[in-house]
């Protein structure tokens, strides 16, 4: 080959070096699930939130058409052995309402923006005419009286809830290995966890389950899945989307955000979902931007800090090489790269489950006692899974356990927080977003709870991989994860975005312009 061969750009790189590589080995490993697509319905499964939408408008499918599809899908590649992302499949229901919008559409009467598109919503955000199980046992028969805000503003906004779908049991982990509901399977690898906690919404978005999905991130529970499924997961800034009828961890760091199969279809959701919630006394009074107004432009001038101390420390090195060939695209488009530190990454886990676990505890109570007003954790506990009791255990005056004191929580909040709001401020000077990876690795295997594999050193599977996401979620500012590449055996690792509070359409427009120019996203056909 000559020099100018060897002097392969990424993007050339990733469309054929990477894409065969990962084809064969998904190919090899995964027996009926195969990479890429070719049949007409994979491709309408597949198809953007955003085409989907104009389709309808078009005439060119039907609100029943896709609510069938999706349905068809999930009955043959989903349930407790196959890919398992759904708790709850409300297909009479959703059947029932996609007559009603193709109805109204035959009229050219549209509700809104997402007039009949099917949507899935992670099992913590309350439906009135859905089950609402929190991924526990408990909850198994419960459904709320009332719908959750976004719920509200989905539906105002024409879209169908397809179902719920499954989740780490309360929120509290990253696998979606679930005790009573059986375990989400990545659709890339299905002896792979999804990530989590909202690994079924990422699984569901992934396998052309649904249109797009609506996940919950405490502390990467959206940018994790939607990682380890190649898919774009966005964090908005804390107080941006309201969180009336949601299943609290955490007031100080909980947020909603979509996991979609593009950054145009991410923009869409939280155009809808955006804005302020009586319910929420965190919720943001400020104007909602049109997002898909900013979707557009390059990254010429654009100006990008990379943060290598703390957040590229202890990587797997696929993840490592891919995240580094995304910051060189990103140069390669005009964006200007320098290397800076956030500060005080030091106290970020402490100050995180200091405030995360006092917190959950008066808000998981306070949901229980919807379900039964005299309820308490400690009444539940033993109903509870292994993880969850044992972290909720150490809240509510177990033997030998360790709470967390009073006065430490209010260090935390007070103190540690703004430390590390500080760092984030300092590392942002003179700079648009902070580029760093999603997680340290690719998706784990299914059972590996406890501890995981990197590169022939056992880490604790939970703290290895909220590393990267949980410190923005501790100083509420927005992230976005879009597909950066695959490793060696083709599983996808993400590329994680920063950007400051309330900058969710400059985080967009970077979003795009990467995805548009690398197209890195390949779709598993079931």
Not at 305 to 333: A, C, L
Not at 489 to 499: D, K, R, S
Request: with cysteine.
């Amino acid at each position: 080959m000559d020099e100018k061969g060897k002097e392969i750009n990424r993007r050339t790189f990733i469309k054929t070096t990477l894409a065969a590589g990962a084809g064969l080995a998904l190919t090899n490993s995964m027996g009926n699930l195969a990479w890429g697509g070719s049949s007409s319905e994979d491709a309408l499964a597949q198809s953007s939130l955003c085409d989907l939408a104009r389709m309808i408008r078009n005439g060119e499918t039907s609100s029943q058409e896709l609510v069938k599809l999706y349905l068809g899908r999930i009955q043959q590649f989903g349930g407790r052995k196959g890919i398992n992302a759904y708790i709850t499949v409300a297909g009479e229901e959703a059947l029932k309402q996609a007559e009603r919008l193709d109805n109204l559409t035959k009229q050219k009467k549209f509700k809104g923006p997402l007039h009949g598109i099917p949507i899935a919503v992670k099992d913590n955000l309350d439906t009135k005419d859905i089950r609402t199980t929190g991924g526990s046992k408990i909850l198994a028969s419960w459904v709320p009286p009332t719908n959750a805000h976004v719920i509200e503003k989905l539906q105002e906004a024409g879209a169908i809830i397809l179902g719920k779908t499954n989740m780490h049991e309360f929120a509290f982990g990253i696998t979606t290995n679930n005790p009573f509901y059986g375990p989400t399977r990545n659709p890339y690898d299905p002896s792979r966890i999804p990530g989590g906690s909202s690994g079924g919404s990422a699984a569901a978005a992934a396998s052309g389950f649904c249109a797009g999905a609506i996940g919950t991130d405490s502390g990467g529970s959206v940018r994790i899945p939607a990682s380890l499924c190649n898919l774009v997961g966005l964090k908005p800034t804390l107080g941006r989307v309201g969180r009336g009828g949601m299943m609290y961890l955490s007031f100080t760091r909980d947020v909603i955000g979509p996991l979609t199969r593009t950054v145009m279809d991410s923009a869409l959701l939280l155009k809808v979902m955006a804005g302020k919630d009586h319910r929420d006394p965190e919720s943001s009074t400020d104007p909602v931007p049109d997002y898909l107004s900013y979707v557009k432009g390059g990254l010429k001038g654009k100006r990008f800090g990379v943060p290598r101390k703390y957040f590229f420390e202890s990587i797997h090195s696929d993840t490592r090489k891919v995240v580094d060939e995304s910051i060189r695209e990103i140069q390669n488009m005009g964006g200007v790269v320098k290397e800076v530190e956030v500060k005080h990454m030091d106290i970020a886990t402490p100050t995180g489950f200091s405030i995360v676990l006092a917190e959950c505890i008066y808000l998981m109570e306070n949901y229980l006692k919807a379900f039964n007003p005299k309820a308490t954790i400690a009444e539940y506990l033993d109903q509870m899974g292994p993880d969850v009791k044992g972290v909720l255990g150490s809240q509510v005056g177990i033997p030998e356990s360790k709470p967390v004191p009073g006065y430490v929580y209010a260090k935390a909040v007070r103190e540690d927080r703004n430390k590390m709001i500080s760092g984030f401020e300092e590392a942002m000077l003179g700079v648009d977003a902070l580029l760093l990876p999603t997680t340290p690795l690719p998706a784990s295997k299914i059972g590996e709870d406890v501890e995981t594999d990197l590169e022939g050193k056992k880490v604790n599977t939970f703290m290895t991989f909220i590393k990267d996401c949980d410190p923005v979620s501790v100083v509420g500012y927005p992230a976005i994860t879009v597909p950066a590449g695959y490793s060696s055996t083709g599983l996808p690792i993400g590329l994680q975005i920063v950007a400051r509070p309330f900058e969710e359409p400059k985080l967009l427009q970077i979003a795009h312009a990467f995805e548009q120019t690398t197209k890195i996203r390949k779709s598993p056909t079931l």
